[in-house]
């Protein structure tokens, strides 16, 4: 079936590390990929999305690359800041069929250190 | 242009009582989708509305329903309300339905079933 699959976290980084959340996916057809982000008490926002093979999303400086022959779409941005500490989504979606539209990883929570 | 709103943003329920969630989408918009988020199962997807018929449908039991308006907001209900209802609601809404169409989420009702 359709799945999304992230690395589990928690995630935890000083200030201005490098940060890459790796996403992959398995899916029938061509989905479009994205990331969302949750802070703390909040919905969710859309970080970045990829609607094709090779396209890159980008925002706020975090990237990902939808790469079809890895079936992959990580996440990374070269330097984090404490504003960043949230619970971050990889999601696809496939129109059509029972599995509706979004469908999500288990969410990865980063924990950014001063 | 405001985002999508929901109300109310938290609910304290009884096993067997109902509930209605109302979700007001971004406007302009014509698509309204709802997931369910707990600690357990993460994020899943509920229904989907688009011009007041339902277009998709997760896999959640009978209890769970949903309505659209011709003014494209939405409700959902939960009847006879078990513990595991507990969780976040969450809505989102885009222009249009379709794979490559960005849902934009609501801050969520927080349900709590007793």
């Known amino acids: 079936g359709n799945s999304v699959t992230q690395m589990e976290g928690p995630v935890t980084l000083s200030e201005e590390a490098f940060l890459t959340i790796n996403c992959t996916y398995t899916?029938?057809?061509?989905?479009?990929l994205f990331w969302y982000v949750q802070y703390p008490g909040e919905g969710l926002q859309l970080l970045l999305k990829?609607?094709?093979?090779?396209d890159k999303g980008s925002n706020k400086g975090f990237e990902a690359t939808y790469r079809k022959e890895t079936t992959s779409f990580h996440l990374e941005k070269g330097s984090v800041q404490v504003s960043d500490s949230a619970v971050y989504f990889c999601?696809?979606?496939?129109?059509?069929?029972?599995?509706?539209?979004?469908?999500f990883g288990k969410g990865t929570k980063l924990s950014v250190k001063p | 242009k405001a985002g999508v709103t929901q109300t109310p943003r938290y609910l304290i329920k009884t096993r067997g009582q109902q509930v209605t969630l109302s979700c007001s989408p971004i406007?302009?918009?014509?698509?309204v989708s709802w997931y369910q988020q707990t600690p357990g199962q993460g994020l899943q997807f509920l229904f989907e509305?688009?011009?007041?018929?339902?277009?998709n449908k997760g896999n959640f039991p009978g209890r769970f329903s949903g309505r659209q308006f011709s003014n494209s907001r939405s409700e959902m209900n939960v009847s006879t309300l078990e513990l595991g209802d507990s969780a976040l609601y969450l809505c989102?809404?885009?222009?249009?339905?379709?794979?490559?169409?960005?849902?934009?989420f609501g801050p969520g009702t927080r349900l709590l079933v007793l």
């Open positions: 989102a809404s885009s222009l249009r339905t379709g794979q490559q169409e960005t849902q934009y």
């Open positions: 899916a029938t057809g061509y989905p479009s």
């Open positions: 990829a609607t094709k093979a090779d």
């Open positions: 999601a696809l979606t496939l129109y059509g069929g029972s599995q509706g539209n979004l469908i």
């Open positions: 406007s302009g918009h014509r698509s």
């Open positions: 509305y688009f011009s007041e018929t339902q277009r």
